[in-house]
């Protein structure tokens, strides 16, 4: 068998420990022979000791110029193959990871297409059953919603006319938090219905209200009448509802509101 020889891209962990190791046995060597040395020198005059002292600081020197050397050696090796690799490895290979990198980008965008497609064919299989199932009141419901979410829906509804009527007629303090309280609300009743309170998009939506709110008031409060921005905000309100309905809608069951059969909604809607 051939032994293929193996290119090293960088020095392993355990080389540069010993190195390391080699190193500070050098600096030791050299401090204390040194030390010993001029001790030997000045000191006693021991010139058996200071032949031993030169011979352990020479070992140390050379031991030390040995470790710098295999250090600047290895530094050298990575960078001339790093050199390699950028000027002719990643050359050749530029032109197929771009190509990767479109392919994992067009697989990103399929699969977001594939998941809507699903949810939508489960949304049409769940009409299906329930337009058999469930009286024609409703099959009138948009898809993905319940009769209990058109319940709440109207109650919410009476509760937030009630509000702007009795904000209208009266001069309610802190009008500005009270609105934007039917916007939390309204956003909590459409989230719970399709359980979006883990979707990030979803919490983003709510923060919209949060943040202008309160800063339109003030800021419209300075040009027009007080009445006038309580209705202007309540009618983006009913946008807002509106949006956010169709969005969810759009997101858990991959379809528009009354999008699926509208033929079927105007005739049921017509009888």
């Known amino acids: 068998m051939t032994n293929t020889p193996q290119t090293r891209i960088a020095m392993p962990v355990s080389e540069k420990i010993g190195l390391a190791i080699a190193l500070t046995i050098a600096i ?9 040395f001029l001790i030997d020198l000045i000191l006693t005059s021991d010139w058996y000791g200071i032949v031993i002292d030169l011979i352990f600081l020479a070992i140390g020197i050379s031991l030390g110029l040995f470790s710098i050397r295999i250090y600047k050696k290895s530094v050298y090796y990575e960078s001339l193959v790093s050199s390699a690799f950028d000027k002719g490895i990643y050359t050749r290979l530029e032109p197929v990871l771009r190509k ?3 392919a994992s980008a067009e697989m990103e965008d399929l699969e977001g297409r594939l998941n809507r497609i699903d949810r939508k064919v489960q949304t049409v299989i ?10 024609e009141v409703e099959r009138m419901v948009a898809p993905g919603t319940s009769m209990s979410f058109v319940i709440k829906t109207i109650f919410l509804t009476i509760v937030t006319m009630s509000g702007f009527m009795f904000m209208i007629a009266t001069s309610l303090g802190a009008v500005h938090f009270a609105t934007l309280l039917f916007y939390i609300l309204w956003w909590v009743l459409i989230s719970s219905e399709f359980k979006l309170f883990n979707n990030t998009a979803a919490w983003a939506m709510v923060f919209v209200p949060i943040l202008l709110v309160p800063v339109g008031f003030m800021i419209l409060d300075a040009f027009l009448e007080i009445n ?3 209705a202007l905000f ?3 309100l009913a946008l807002y509802a509106f949006l956010y309905f169709s969005w969810a809608v759009y997101e858990t069951k991959g ?3 009354f999008s699926l059969d509208l033929g079927k909604y105007i005739k049921i809607k017509l009888r």
Do not use: C, M, Q, R
């Not at 030791?28 to 010993?36: A, E, N, P, Q, T």
């Not at 769940?126 to 009286?135: C, L, Q, T, Y």
């Open 28 to 36: 030791i060597l050299i401090g204390y022979s040194f030390f010993s």
């Open 100 to 102: 990767v990198a479109e």
């Open 126 to 135: 769940d009409e299906h059953v329930k337009a058999e199932k469930s009286p």
């Open 228 to 230: 006038n921005v309580i």
């Open 234 to 236: 309540y009618a983006i």
């Open 255 to 257: 379809t528009l509101p």
